[in-house]
Nanobody, 118 residues
Framework: QVQLVESGGGLVQVGGSLRLSCAASGSIFSINAMGWYRQAPGKQRELVASITNRGNINYQDSVKGRFTISKDNAKNTVSLQMNSLRPEDTAVYYC????????????WGQGTQVTVSS
């Protein structure tokens, strides 16, 4: 059984910062990649940022230069530092991981709300 537990969402004003964290636990053999997705009301879930076990990083264009993803391989955690937040960043943010137990599978966290007020 694998669990992803997120923390760090909340309400922030335009231009502010938040840091999201996600911890993976359970019967984990290895983690191939971790990342963050978000879903705003009425919109599809979209990739925000991802990082592989080799350190390859990918960002959505709209967050480049504002968000930073990092990973602690020893602790099986991934974090997303979000700066210069905008109202359009408001969404539920989901942690995602490709985790190998018996085979590689996608896992999702429960989601954490980020609200940017103007």
């Amino acid at each position: 059984q694998v669990q992803l537990v997120e923390s760090g969402g909340g309400l922030v004003q335009v231009g502010g910062s938040l840091r999201l964290s996600c911890a993976a636990s359970g019967s984990i053999f290895s983690i191939n990649a971790m990342g963050w997705y978000r879903q705003a009301p009425g919109k599809q879930r979209e990739l925000v940022a991802s990082i592989t076990n080799r350190g390859n990083i990918n960002y959505q264009d709209s967050v480049k230069g504002r968000f930073t993803i990092s990973k602690d391989n020893a602790k099986n955690t991934v974090s997303l530092q979000m700066n210069s937040l905008r109202p359009e960043d408001t969404a539920v943010y989901y942690c995602n991981a490709v985790i190998v137990t018996h085979a590689a599978s996608y896992y999702w966290g429960q989601g954490t709300q980020v609200t940017v007020s103007s």
